[in-house]
């Protein structure tokens, strides 16, 4: 399956996932670890606050549970999905799991840190920079994010 066949399907499971994150309290992000053929073999979102640990990013906890699942402490050739940009911390880990390809949803002008920010993957201290394809259901994912944040103002 290619990547532009599987977008739609799992950007929209994402979203959905995202979307339960913001009815628990936590902000709508989700994420995906896929295999080559699209697969999902690890779905999760944001559990910082349900969890208590600020740790708990969507990134963070669908790597871990791929590496879990699958037993391997890499995940090279296993792509990641992501509603927003990832944040530092997220795209060290990104690196240090050796994904092959990096997807997001809505870019993240504050606290990214693949298109935006320290542009962590351009770094020279980066060990391995995944494929990187930015904008995937952007504007779903941004409205998502608005009305998370505007009801909380």
């Not at 693949?114 to 994912?141: M, N, T, W």
Request: charged content about 25%; some cysteine.
């Amino acid at each position: 399956m290619t990547a532009s066949r599987a977008q739609p399907d799992i950007m929209a499971r994402l979203l959905d996932e995202a979307a339960a994150a913001a009815n628990s309290g936590e902000v709508p992000v989700a994420a995906a670890v896929t295999n080559a053929e699209g697969a999902i073999i690890a779905l999760a979102r944001n559990r910082m606050r349900e969890n208590g640990n600020a740790l708990h990013h969507a990134e963070i906890l669908a790597i871990e549970a791929a590496m879990t699942r699958l037993g391997q402490d890499r995940l090279d050739g296993f792509d990641l999905w992501v509603t927003l940009e990832p944040c530092t911390m997220c795209a060290g880990a990104i690196a240090h799991a050796r994904i092959r390809r990096l997807y997001f949803g809505a870019r993240d002008p504050k606290a990214g840190a693949v298109e935006s920010g320290v542009r962590f993957f351009d770094s020279a201290a980066c060990h391995h920079r995944p494929d990187i394809y930015g904008g995937l259901s952007e504007r779903a994912a941004a409205e998502q994010l608005q009305a998370f944040f505007a009801e909380r103002r």
